[in-house]
């Protein structure tokens, strides 16, 4: 072989290696990764919000599962001194809120949704939408609680127990309301289905003042067709079965209103005075009333009937009208207890009260009524509660009806979320 090529094979090979190197050695460009969204924190709107992954909408989920072993006595039964006089039974309760925001142009945009199951003496029940509505700015459409129950403008009714607030009217309607607000002073208007398949609806107003502690409220309802509607009571009666104590009937008797007129319209009243941390730290005074210039399903006596449940909507639904009541509730923090106490006193409408048949017992002119309760409520730990509450309630009729009253009571487990 050409020792002349073999030199030149050498020296090419080399130079080639060589190259190879100086090439490897090079900086190189990489190209970065596309970084991972991982679910943002939203605290515009508070605690528990985040974006939905994507969008500038902001979302919560919470809730409760509460537990509740609980009883009442009732004297108005079928066997008033027999093994039945009296209820006791078990309930428990699964909420789950949805809660959906975001800003635009015209203020917030929102959506709210509500499911919840109750299962009551172990008879289960299917979830049910308690709430399905939307915001925007001051604009809400959709269901949800009356205005005249509902926390709008900051301040709900109600006398701070945990169940048996000795509202007067507690229910849930397809509405359409707007709110305003100029400094501390909010305005809120209502049109409400009344359930009676009319064109005509209800219709609500609510004033609410609120500085700091203190929060002031007046409320007005015309109820279009008095005293029916919402609770689709047949021929607008309200009926106790079973017999009294005293024995004078067995069956069924009536109350109605001595100055109703089916078709008539109505209107009530109601207002109420908070005072939270104003007495003293961890303290919430409350003052709230109603007056009812006709009979109507926004101002009744709830609860004086029905076997245990979770409370006024789901006991039987004896109400009877009411002409006036004013109530008050104290409540105070110490330590990882919180204390109520809460009470009322109203009057009825004038009533006539009858058998089913329509044979008539005696009339009713206003008669009184009263009721008192209290609850403990300890905290365990952040977000679970026990919960002791008994209420009692007393309405006088005349002789021979004898008098209705009730002692309810439960012990709540509720773990919130």
């Known amino acids: 072989m050409d020792r002349g090529r073999i030199g030149l094979a050498s020296l ?4 080639a290696l060589g190259g190879t190197a100086r090439a490897a050695d090079a900086p190189v460009t990489m190209v970065e990764p596309e970084p991972a969204e991982y679910v943002r924190v939203c605290d515009v709107y508070g605690k528990g919000f985040f974006y939905i992954p994507g969008t500038e909408t902001c979302l919560q989920f919470g809730g409760y599962v509460r537990f509740r072993v609980g009883g009442n006595s ?3 039964t079928p066997d008033p001194d027999g093994p039945y006089d009296a209820v006791y039974g078990t309930a428990m309760r699964t909420r789950l809120d949805m809660d959906a925001r975001e800003e635009t142009e015209l203020g917030t945009l929102r959506a709210k949704i509500r499911l919840e199951a109750n299962q009551i003496l172990s008879q289960s029940a299917a979830f049910t939408v308690k709430e399905g509505f939307l915001q925007l700015g001051g604009l809400t459409v959709g269901t949800a609680d009356s205005l005249w129950t509902n926390e709008d403008g900051g301040v709900s009714d109600g006398l701070l127990l945990e169940e048996n607030d000795w509202a007067a009217g507690d229910f849930q309607t397809n509405r359409i309301s707007y709110a ?10 209502s049109v409400e289905d009344d359930g009676t398949g009319d064109w005509r609806p209800d219709v609500l107003g609510k004033l609410v003042y609120a500085d700091g502690g203190l929060k002031a409220y007046l409320m007005g309802a015309y109820d279009e067709q008095q005293y029916d509607g919402l609770q689709g009571y047949a021929n607008y009666l309200n009926r106790f079965t079973g ?3 005293d024995g004078a009937f067995d069956g069924a008797i009536e109350f109605q209103p001595d100055n109703y ?3 008539d319209d109505a209107f009530v009243l109601k207002g109420g005075v908070q005072l939270q941390d104003l007495l003293l730290d961890g303290s919430i005074f409350k003052v709230e009333g109603h007056y009812a210039f006709d009979p109507s399903i926004y101002a009744v006596v709830t609860s004086l009937s029905g076997s245990f449940g979770f409370g006024q909507s789901y006991l039987d639904p004896s109400v009877i009208p009411s002409k006036f009541q004013i ?14 106490v809460s009470g009322a006193y109203g009057q009825t409408e004038d009533l006539n009260v009858a058998y089913a048949n329509g044979v008539n017992l005696a009339a009713a002119d206003g008669e009184s009524y009263f009721a008192v309760g209290g609850d403990i409520n300890y905290k365990v730990t952040e977000n679970f509660t026990i919960t002791g509450e008994v209420t009692y309630r007393d309405l006088d009729l005349p002789a021979g009806i004898d008098d209705f009253d009730r002692t309810f009571g439960f012990l709540q487990f509720r773990r919130n979320f």
């Open 261 to 263: 007129a089916p078709g």
């Open 12 to 15: 090419g090979l080399v130079a």
């Open 180 to 189: 305003y607000s100029v400094g501390k002073l909010t305005g809120i208007l």
């Open 327 to 340: 109530g008050a509730a104290y409540s105070q923090e110490v330590g990882k207890f919180t204390f109520v």
């Open 74 to 76: 009732r004297e108005f």
């Open 243 to 245: 017999r009294d104590p």
